[in-house]
C-alpha cells in the first residue's frame, strides 16, 4: 500500500490517497506515483497523478486512453479523470517510456480525507489501426496533406456544410454555408491552397478555422493562427505557411462580413 499525504488550508486537516492501483492493456505498462496536495487557490485541495507508461509490446502504438478513479473510503467513484495520449507524427515505439499527467480539484472542506484511486488503460491504438499524422511538405496541396480521407476527396465527395470562423482579437464571425451554389465556391478556393513552408511557433490573438460536416456525419477541417495552418505533433504544435491562400481568406472575409481592417468583427451565426 502506498500512503501519499499533503496538508490541506487547514492545518489540522490532512487528507490522503491509501491505494494507488494500475491496470495495463494490450502491451502497456503503467505505473506511477499520486498526490493528494494543497493547491495556491484557497480552499482547493486536489489530486494529482504522474504516470509512466512503458511499451512493452512489438508494435508501434499511436494513441492510448487511459482513465482514473477516484473513490472514498467507501469505495463511491467520487470523480473519473479521463486523458488521451496522442503521438500523431512520433509514435510510442516497443521498450519506449513516456510519462502522463492527471488532475482533479476539490474543495478541502468537503472531500473525503482518505480516497483510493484506480488507473487503468482503455484503449490503445497501433500505427496499423490509426497511422500517424502525415508532416505536410512545401508544394502539397493542403486538402491531400492532412491524414483525412474526407478531406482527400473533398472533390469527388462534397461536405454538406461548411463554417468558416474568424476570430479577430476575440470579436468572432462565422459564416454558416449549406447552399450547393456557396458550397462549390468555398471548395473550388480551397482545394487550390498548397503548404509553403514549415515556420515553428506563431504568436497571435486571431484564431481561425474552416470545418466541414460531410453527410455520414465525419465533421474535420483545419485551424489557422491568423493566416497560417496549425497542427498538433508529438513535441508540439507546429505552424504553416500556405501559398494560394488569399482568394480563400476573401472568400472567408466576404462570408463572415469582415473586412481586412474590420477590428471587431460582428457575428453572423455559431456552431
Known amino acids: ?45 486536489g489530486v494529482d497523478l504522474h504516470l509512466t507508461l512503458k511499451n512493452t509490446s512489438s508494435a508501434s502504438i499511436s494513441k492510448i486512453s487511459w482513465q482514473a478513479e477516484v473513490k472514498d473510503p467507501n469505495g463511491t467513484v467520487l470523480e473519473v479523470i479521463e486523458r488521451v495520449w496522442n503521438g500523431y507524427d512520433i509514435p510510442f515505439g516497443p521498450e519506449e517510456e513516456l510519462g502522463c499527467r492527471g488532475y482533479r480539484s476539490y474543495n478541502s472542506e468537503t472531500v473525503p480525507p482518505v480516497l483510493s484511486v484506480q488507473v487503468r488503460i482503455t484503449q490503445v491504438f497501433t500505427t496499423e489501426e490509426l497511422p500517424p499524422t502525415h508532416r505536410p511538405i512545401a508544394g502539397e496541396y493542403l486538402y491531400q496533406a492532412l491524414s483525412n480521407s474526407h478531406m482527400a ?33 468555398v471548395i473550388d478556393a480551397f482545394v487550390k491552397i498548397r503548404i509553403r513552408n514549415d515556420h515553428g511557433a506563431a504568436v497571435t490573438d486571431n484564431y481561425n478555422s474552416v470545418r466541414f460536416t460531410f453527410d455520414d456525419g465525419e465533421v474535420t477541417g483545419i485551424s489557422l493562427l491568423l493566416k497560417n495552418l496549425t497542427l498538433p505533433m508529438r513535441r508540439g504544435e507546429v505552424c504553416y505557411e500556405l501559398d494560394d491562400f488569399e482568394p480563400f481568406w476573401n472568400l472567408m472575409s466576404r462570408l463572415c462580413g469582415t473586412r481586412e481592417d474590420d477590428r471587431f468583427a460582428h457575428r453572423r451565426g455559431w456552431f
Open 153 to 185: 476527396n473533398i472533390k469527388e465527395h462534397p461536405p454538406v456544410s461548411a463554417d468558416l470562423t474568424i476570430d479577430r482579437m476575440g470579436a468572432r464571425s462565422v459564416a454558416h454555408v449549406t447552399s450547393e451554389n456557396g458550397l462549390a465556391e
Open 1 to 45: 500500500m502506498t500512503r501519499f499525504t499533503a496538508q490541506t488550508d487547514n492545518p489540522e486537516v490532512t487528507v490522503s490517497i491509501e491505494q494507488l492501483s494500475f491496470e495495463g492493456l494490450d502491451g502497456i505498462e503503467v505505473t506511477g506515483t499520486g498526490e493528494y496536495r494543497y493547491r495556491t487557490i484557497p480552499g482547493s485541495v
